[in-house]
Nanobody, 124 residues
Framework: VQLQASGGGLVQPGGSLKLSCAVSGIDLGFSAIGWFRQAPGKEREGISCISGHDYSEYYADSVKGRFTSTSATNTVYLQMNSLRPEDTAVYYC????????????????????WGRGTLVTVSS
């Protein structure tokens, strides 16, 4: 199983960015994929989950209404709108140990197969 996040970059406050998580070795139709981020000096934060198994979703309050996760063949996306400086972080994707977002939610201990992260910088 391999996951690889990409699409990060520098964006101005209020701007948008779309991240991709390329997935191989698992069937997204039977998996939950979570997005996490880690800012310098802070703990890794779970921000979203999408399940191809039961179609459940989860969003942390910090991104609810601004970020949306979608899934296509072998790729999970994270559309990020209305970006703020506090969204600056390295973003990672990972596979939930259980394919139900209502269970794994944003619990970092319930995810594995972490991919290499991609840096998002929100700054003017």
């Amino acid at each position: 199983v391999q996951l690889q996040a990409s699409g990060g970059g520098l964006v101005q406050p209020g701007g948008s960015l779309k991240l991709s998580c390329a997935v191989s070795g698992i069937d997204l139709g039977f998996s939950a994929i979570g997005w996490f981020r880690q800012a310098p000096g802070k703990e890794r934060e779970g921000i979203s989950c999408i399940s191809g198994h039961d179609y459940s979703e989860y969003y942390a309050d910090s991104v609810k209404g601004r970020f949306t996760s979608t899934s296509a063949t072998n790729t999970v996306y994270l559309q990020m709108n209305s970006l703020r400086p506090e969204d600056t972080a390295v973003y990672y994707c990972a596979v939930g140990e259980i394919a139900r977002c209502k269970i794994v939610k944003n619990n970092v201990n319930l995810y594995g197969n972490w991919g290499r992260g991609t840096l998002v910088t929100v700054s003017s």
